[in-house]
């Protein structure tokens, strides 16, 4: 039996799509993103490759090649279009995001460090250490003014990302904080 996802992909009224796995990886499926305005999607997974896809109809209409690893994280610019490979990191990307209207990239790495990226030049601006594990997952604020991170023992720390400097760290372990995110008020949820 064929396994499908089921998107419910408009905010504003029930449309449906159900599309078999096989349209995203032929591994398993680390990310998939929606497109914030169009009927667009990005996927990556362990098969080294991410895929833009159209909705409803689940066509790819761009596929990415020539990574080393796997893919565990994707996200849209709004350029749409690749600019550059950034090095830097030693160990594997686990989480990748644009600052708000912006072309400053963060990413977290498994080498226990955040980069700070200009993704116009693809030159990393600044890195971020204090982590004792691998980091699973970094955002910024809906603002901009902070960051916050989580590794894999379950640390999470916030970061001023004006004078990039860490602000706290928690410690929720031993189990791994995989996902963290800010809700519209600024509050760090792990």
């Not at 066509?59 to 690749?82: A, I, M």
């Not at 809906?142 to 023992?153: E, V």
């Amino acid at each position: 039996m064929d396994k499908y996802c089921h998107f419910i992909y408009s905010p504003y009224e029930a449309i449906h799509c159900y599309l078999p796995l096989t349209t995203f990886s032929s591994l398993s499926l680390c990310s998939i993103v929606m497109h914030p305005h169009k009927d667009l999607l990005v996927s990556c997974g362990e098969d080294r490759v991410w895929k833009m896809v159209g909705l409803p109809k689940g066509n790819v209409l761009l596929t990415g090649l020539g990574h080393t690893d796997w893919l565990s994280n994707c996200c849209f610019h709004p350029s749409e279009r690749c600019r550059y490979t950034l090095y830097g990191h030693t160990d594997s990307v686990n989480s990748i995001e644009f600052f708000p209207y912006s072309n400053t990239l963060l990413t977290g790495s498994a080498d226990k460090s955040l980069s700070i990226w200009d993704a116009r030049t693809g030159k990393c601006e600044q890195s971020l250490y204090g982590h004792m594990h691998s980091i699973n997952d970094a955002t910024f604020t809906p603002r901009g003014h902070m960051i916050a991170s989580c590794d894999a023992c379950g640390v999470t720390k916030l970061w001023d990302f004006r004078k990039l400097l860490p602000m706290v760290s928690i410690d929720v372990g031993p189990s791994p904080g995989n996902e963290v995110t800010f809700d519209s008020s600024d509050i760090t949820r792990s």
